[in-house]
């Protein structure tokens, strides 16, 4: 199961630039190999919304029912009682692996509540919003979306880029819906349940994200709680899109796997899943099935992908594989901790 972002729908994932990347023939999800659901939310796309009618009359949800109905849909009316891949923290058996791209494990803070907090404020305090039950959208919904005057190198470039996305997305959205959207968060906290996960879990964020910036090592902190998580931060360049990363595939579904078998024989030597060496992790740790006994492996770039292992031991699990972006820096691991990616 595919979820999409707030205020998205699963549309995003059938774009060219992610189901391009996805589910073709060999890649990450192949979908001549699995069955794939990819639902609309409560209040997003074609699911029920406050602009179906009630307005501001329609109750409040939150993330957790949200993680209900798509539960409900699963197991009552499609049939499913197990999943390969989705959500973690809910229905912590329900699934084989997880995978989160562009969010953190914490409530919701730093930017991310910033620009929430303005947008929904635009919103609600425009006399024009009437409590919700205005005929027009109000002018303050404008002043609530995103700012992408960063996309262009200058002043004129910034003004076209902003109004065409500016008009694109009041003709796609409705200003109750995207309140309710994003009120949606506010007591989203998974912390207290991350040690509960019992899935393979990998998390993608990206350096050049605005909403989630790496700085506050959020993701590097909360993951250590995860039983078998790891992350990566994909490096930033002149081609990513920040937070917009989440829709292009290209840059992050090389680092996705958790649906890939790892074909490792410790009798004598180790051998990774085959893909381009010049994404290959410069570092990768293996985790011994027996804990606390580990070993790490030090993969330079360019290096052969077979390497001696004195271990003798044999598994095709791919929630031992732990891994980083290229390039950057070790860190020395806490001995009191369990390992985690790094």
């Known amino acids: 199961m595919l979820l999409h972002a707030t205020t998205a729908s699963g549309a995003q994932w059938l774009t060219q630039t992610t189901a391009g990347n996805l589910f073709q023939s060999g890649q990450a999800i192949d979908a001549s190999k699995y069955f794939i659901v990819i639902p609309d939310s409560i209040g997003h796309g074609q699911s029920s919304k406050p602009s179906d009618g009630l307005q501001s009359g329609y ?3 939150v993330f957790d029912d949200m993680i209900e109905a798509q539960y409900q849909l699963l197991t009552e009316n499609l049939g499913v009682d197990h999943l390969r891949l989705v959500w973690a923290t809910t229905h912590p058996t329900f699934m084989d692996n997880c995978c989160a791209v562009a969010c953190a494990p914490a409530e919701i803070g ?21 409590g919700g039950k205005y005929t ?3 002018r303050g919904f404008a002043l609530g979306l995103p700012d992408r005057s960063l996309d262009g190198p200058d002043r004129e470039s910034s003004d076209v880029i902003t109004n065409s996305y500016v008009q694109n997305e009041l003709a796609r959205q ?9 009120a949606a968060s506010a007591d989203y906290d998974p912390r207290p349940k991350l040690g509960d996960i019992e899935a393979s879990f990998m ?3 990206f350096e050049d ?17 995860v039983k078998k998580g790891s992350f990566v931060i994909v490096p930033a360049s002149e081609k990513t899109y920040g937070h917009s990363n989440q829709g292009h595939a290209e840059f992050w579904e090389q680092y996705k796997l958790n649906l890939q078998t790892v074909s490792i024989n410790l009798k004598g030597h180790v051998t990774f899943p085959d893909l381009p060496l010049d994404i290959w992790p ?11 006994t580990f070993w790490q492996i030090n993969l330079p770039p360019g290096s052969s992908k077979t390497l001696d292992a004195a271990t003798t031991a044999q598994t ?8 980083e972006a290229p390039d950057s820096e070790p860190r020395t691991p806490d001995a009191a901790l369990p390992p985690f990616g790094i």
Request: charge should be positive; hydrophobic fraction near 30%.
């Open 59 to 61: 109750p409040s949800y």
């Open 110 to 130: 730093g930017r991310n509540r910033a620009f929430r907090k303005a947008a929904m404020e635009s919103i609600t305090s425009d006399p024009g919003y009437n």
């Open 316 to 323: 095709t699990d791919s929630r031992f594989l732990r891994h």
């Open 282 to 292: 410069r570092y990768l740790r293996q985790i011994i099935q027996t804990p606390p």
């Open 203 to 205: 998390a993608i964020n």
């Open 209 to 225: 994200d605005q909403t989630n910036p790496p700085q506050l090592k959020i993701l590097e902190r909360e993951i250590q709680k």
């Open 136 to 138: 027009t959208q109000p």
């Open 174 to 182: 409705d200003a109750n819906d995207f309140v309710y959207a994003f």
